[in-house]
């Protein structure tokens, strides 16, 4: 100690060196947690609902730069972007459709402002080259029938009524209640063809959990498979283009049915 100052002793070189460990050990664990955290976020991504024009997500992923313009230029707060914890890609646009749906807005402000093209604006242009936010491709919208009140026969139309698309993304379909003999169900059919996934239909549900959801389109419909065909409908011939005729069939074994009951039949006599 001098003039009341305590003089640092110089950390020996056996010191240093274990110090150096501990610090690579702490900080390779801090980064092992980041990255599992963000491991996570990712593979949780497959439900996460995005801007209209949004490139497929694996695209989306690649070319959104987590600017936030997108969300700035909404006018209804319906976009956030994603932060630690909500499980989903850090930084990158979403919505939730029961606490803010997509408002549909006619010019669709925050897909203009997008400078990597993770929101493609031609994607939502019409054959005039118009802006055309009934183009958009958000989600599906999901009914659960089994909790949807409508289909108990109480009278519901709210989410049909809160569809923009009126009348086409969904229909309400009557049928005679035969339960009552006197009553009619009044169920909402969802129609894949016309749905944009803006959930303003999920937001409008009356029950305390929606009984009609917006899912990724890819999460919400099946897949018949080319061995099924609309014979009616020769759009859905398009699904076979790219697909020969030898792979529709199914394979077939070589041995005849008499050669494989013959073979079965050999150790018997």
Not at 35 to 61: H, I, M, N, Q
Not at 208 to 237: C, S, T
């Amino acid at each position: 100690m001098k003039n009341g100052v305590t003089k640092k002793e110089p950390i020996s070189s056996r010191r240093r060196f274990f110090l150096d460990i501990a610090r690579a050990v702490g900080l390779a664990t801090l980064g092992g947690l980041t990255w599992s955290a963000y491991v996570d976020e990712v593979s949780a991504s497959k439900l996460t609902l995005r801007p209209p024009g949004a490139l497929k997500e694996e695209d989306f992923l690649a070319t959104c730069i987590k600017c936030g313009m997108c969300v700035e230029s909404c006018p209804f707060d319906t976009l956030s972007l994603a932060k630690p914890g909500d499980n989903k890609p850090l930084g990158t646009p979403y919505f939730i459709p029961r606490d803010i749906p997509c408002y549909m807005c006619p010019d669709i402000p925050c897909v203009p402002v997008c400078p990597t093209g993770a929101l493609d604006i031609m994607s939502l242009k019409s054959e005039k080259n118009e802006l055309d936010i009934n183009k958009a491709d958000m989600g599906l919208a999901v009914v659960d029938d089994e909790n949807c009140i409508a289909f108990w026969g109480i009278q519901c139309d709210a989410c049909y009524r809160a569809c923009p698309i009126l009348g086409e993304a969904i229909t309400i379909e009557y049928s005679k209640n035969e339960r009552t003999g006197k009553h009619a169900f009044m169920k909402p059919i969802v129609h894949s063809d016309h749905c944009t996934g803006c959930g303003l239909c999920e937001r409008a549900c009356v029950t305390e959990k929606a009984a009609i959801f917006v899912l990724p389109r890819e999460i919400a419909l099946g897949k018949a498979g080319n061995y099924y065909i609309k014979g009616w409908d020769k759009n859905d011939e398009k699904r076979l283009e790219d697909t020969s005729s030898e792979d529709n069939r199914p394979k077939k074994d070589s041995k005849s049915v008499l050669d494989s009951l013959n073979s079965g039949m050999e150790g018997l006599y």
